[in-house]
């Protein structure tokens, strides 16, 4: 038995995308957007092809999670017919957790930047 259970799976020829919605079971709370992105890829065979996650709806009182996700043959046409936002999530997400607050970062003039020091000891 499979953890992912399709609900749709619909050929959308006017904006030439396939959409597929499924239900994810017993991993409400643990699934993310990437993760779920690869777990479609896999069990579809879509190497090669864009998935963008959609939506993802935990159900209340239920360890389900509803999924909607939009699979393109084509980049730009995905990046055409949906928000540039949604782009910019799975991109920050791709690149990791953010780096901790207490991080030397290099400023744009080469100086050293970082949490200021308390020096009222």
Do not use: W
């Not at 963008?52 to 935990?58: A, D, S």
């Not at 928000?83 to 030397?104: D, Q, S, T, W």
């Amino acid at each position: 038995m499979s953890m992912i259970e399709v609900t749709r799976d619909e050929k959308n020829s006017l904006l030439s995308r396939r959409e597929i919605t499924c239900t994810f079971k017993g991993l409400a709370g643990k699934l993310k957007k990437l993760e779920a992105a690869d777990m479609i890829t896999k069990q579809f065979n879509l190497e090669g092809k864009i998935v963008v996650p959609v939506l993802l709806r935990n159900e209340t009182g239920r360890p389900l999670v509803s999924g909607t996700f939009y699979v393109y043959e084509d980049e730009n046409l995905a990046k055409k017919h949906l928000k540039a936002a949604i782009f910019k999530r799975l991109e920050k997400a791709k690149a990791g957790p953010a780096k901790a607050e207490g991080e030397v970062q290099e400023g744009p003039a080469g100086k050293k930047e970082g949490k200021p020091k308390d020096e009222s000891k």
